[in-house]
């Protein structure tokens, strides 16, 4: 049982900085305060929150947020994602988050905490198992017509 002890303890740590990260959301319109914690590869972890906007489709989820920041520290690869919220139960990320957490880590592993502490696991391959990925193939041009002359315009 010792081995799966520092595991465990990393879940906590990580569940301890989304928590902190969910104290500080900006959530005026949905009262959904959330925040997140995600673990890079090199060890080093980053929160964020929620920040909602007056024009609803401008707000920012906990999870994207946190990986934007990630992202603009250096990091590429991450290993584990916890997402928080005291005003719900465990909260898997929303569709968007997904595609966005597919980019950088596809096997990535969630944990989403809610009201009471009720935790749920999730794998982002399970979630999201066909991710869009686009590899700037003409292939991937649908509907443009990949053939010599068919995409052009006059
Ligand atoms: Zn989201």
Redesign the pocket.
């Known amino acids: 049982m010792r081995s799966s002890r520092p595991k465990e303890n990393e879940w906590q740590k990580l569940t301890a900085s989304a928590r902190a990260a969910s104290r500080k959301a900006y959530a005026p319109y949905s009262d959904l305060r959330v925040g997140a914690a995600l673990e890079s590869a090199r060890g080093r972890s980053y929160s964020a929150c929620n920040v909602e906007n007056s024009s609803l489709g401008l707000t920012v ?1 906990a ?2 947020a946190a990986l934007f920041r990630a992202v603009a520290e250096g990091e590429r690869q991450f290993l584990r994602l916890v997402i928080y919220s005291p005003d719900a139960g465990p909260l898997p ?2 569709g ?2 997904r595609q966005v957490l597919a980019e950088f880590c596809p096997q990535l592993r969630i944990l989403a905490v809610g009201r009471g502490g009720i935790q749920k696991q999730y794998d982002l391959a399970e979630l999201l198992p066909d991710a869009f990925r686009w590899s700037g193939d003409d292939s991937q041009r649908a509907g443009e017509g990949a053939a010599e002359g068919e995409g052009r315009r006059a």
Do not use: L, N, Q, S
Request: with cysteine; proline share 14%.
């Open positions: 989820c999870e994207r990320p929303c968007a988050c």
